[in-house]
């Protein structure tokens, strides 16, 4: 078995410095030779709230120069078995939502004509969209693990119908997802009517607000959510700002009383053992994240991500 990509050490070269891949991997554009393609969707142009999320990508990979290449919690050895590379960024057009939305879709029915499992940094949540268009294209309707603050299942904003509220509305009606196994972790905050969620979990959406979640040890739901979906080709979509605005401040659309850093990482190493077939990480916007902090944490949860795909090695 040939040798396999791996991160530059930062005992070999200074953290500070190296190429500005995710974990400073080779980039590469061969995907017929690749497992996982890490790539970035720099977009805000579907935010409705604070921009900045196209500064996205470039800061979850700056800050994912700090993580180390074995998961010591979970034995999980990625780069051991799997070829993984940084594949750059899609060249949006930063004039057009629509427009960007159709060159995602086209993107990732290239990229899905290989087996590689694209990861995606986003971004705002809009581009999940046409991620997920695509991938029903190629594995027909997915099992969605979707983590956020909020439900994205308005019909309209602003009488637009793709913007990064409106996302899973879309996706239900397109028949893009599995409706009986699309679980919604994290919401919360305040809504336009008592029945702002209702109405997705009549499509059979199972939903998990964070109110719910506090004080929880998310390991149990993970898992049971792992055994309802069973073999099905899954996709996971994590907005940061599921997380608690205390852990990850540099986000869009925070809400107070969210999830913490040890749930999220609870609940990804519990959804351990699923047929993955894609995930992305979205809405960190670098101008709001002052410490560098939420850039962190979604590079991690990106690594933690790439830690319970199939395939992956374990020590
Ligand atoms: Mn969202
Ligand atoms: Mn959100």
């Known amino acids: 078995m040939s ?6 050490s930062g005992n070999d070269l ?12 080779p980039g590469s554009n061969e995907l017929h030779k690749l497992d996982v393609a890490v790539l970035g969707v720099p977009m805000d142009i579907g935010t409705s709230w ?3 999320t196209r500064f996205g990508p470039k800061q979850v990979r700056n800050e994912s120069a700090m993580i180390r290449p074995y998961n010591l919690a979970t034995g999980a050895a990625p780069f051991d078995s799997l070829q993984v590379a940084d594949i750059g960024d899609l060249a949006i057009n930063t004039f057009s939502l629509a427009d960007s939305l159709r060159i995602i879709a086209e993107s990732y029915e290239a990229i899905l004509q290989y087996d590689a499992v694209p990861m995606a940094i ?3 949540h809009s581009i999940t969209l046409p991620i997920l268009r695509s991938m029903a294209k190629r594995h027909g309707p997915v099992a969605l693990i979707h983590v956020d603050a909020h439900a994205d299942v308005n019909d309209e904003m602003f009488g637009e119908r793709e913007t990064h509220g409106t996302v899973f509305r879309r996706a239900y009606e397109e028949g893009l997802i599995k409706p009986d196994k699309t679980y919604q972790i994290g919401l919360r905050g305040s809504g336009y ?3 702002d969620f209702t109405e997705a979990a009549g499509w059979g959406f199972q939903q998990f607000p964070a109110h719910e979640l506090w004080g929880r040890d998310l390991s149990t739901l993970g898992g ?3 055994r309802d ?3 099905g080709p899954t996709y996971i979509t994590y907005d940061i700002d599921s997380l608690d605005p205390a852990f990850a401040p540099g986000t869009g659309t925070p809400e107070i009383g969210g999830l913490s850093s040890p749930q999220a990482l609870q609940l990804i190493r519990a959804l351990n053992g699923l047929n993955l077939v894609g995930c992305d990480l979205v809405e960190v916007s670098p101008p709001y994240d002052t410490s560098g902090n939420t850039a962190l944490t979604g590079a991690n949860i990106l690594f933690e991500l790439l830690c319970i795909l199939p395939g992956v090695a374990y020590r």
């Open 3 to 8: 040798p396999k990509n791996q991160p530059i």
């Open 14 to 25: 200074a953290r500070f410095s190296g190429p500005g891949t995710f974990m400073r991997l």
């Open 50 to 52: 604070r921009s900045g």
């Open 122 to 124: 986003g971004g705002d």
């Open 193 to 195: 009517s008592a029945e």
């Open 224 to 226: 049971e959510i792992r």
């Open 229 to 231: 979906i069973g073999e």
